[in-house]
Nanobody, 126 residues
Framework: QAQLVESGGGTVQTGGSLRLSCKYTSTSTRRCMGWFRQAPGQEREPVAAVNTVGGSTYYHDSLRGRFTISLDKPNNTMFLQMNSLKPEDTATYYC????????????????????WGQGTQVTVSS
């Protein structure tokens, strides 16, 4: 059964860094994996995605340069390195897998995503 398990969230001061991890089963990758986030009262929005076959990466325009997505295939783990964090980055971050996220409809419509993790909270204090 497809399964995604996030870890690495926590509280950090403005300007700090965090690295989120998403452990996945080999059957859950769906050729594209990524991260979404959702702040209280806000819609879920895309953060980053990576094509697990070709390696192409996708980023929300406002996060490019601060966030980096990567894969450790031998260990079935995806990472999201977040630097220069701001209070507006505070949200629950969700690991996700669906081929439509990489350049497809699921990037803009989270309801189309096939597989979700349980989420990990990131809080950036000012």
């Amino acid at each position: 059964q497809a399964q995604l398990v996030e870890s690495g969230g926590g509280t950090v001061q403005t300007g700090g860094s965090l690295r989120l991890s998403c452990k996945y089963t080999s059957t859950s990758t769906r050729r594209c994996m990524g991260w979404f986030r959702q702040a209280p009262g806000q819609e879920r929005e895309p953060v980053a995605a990576v094509n697990t076959v070709g390696g192409s990466t996708y980023y929300h325009d406002s996060l490019r340069g601060r966030f980096t997505i990567s894969l450790d295939k031998p260990n079935n783990t995806m990472f999201l390195q977040m630097n220069s964090l701001k209070p507006e980055d505070t949200a629950t971050y969700y690991c996700a897998a669906d081929p439509k996220m990489c350049g497809g409809t699921a990037w803009y419509r989270p309801a189309d995503v096939d597989v979700w993790g349980q989420g990990t909270q990131v809080t950036v204090s000012s």
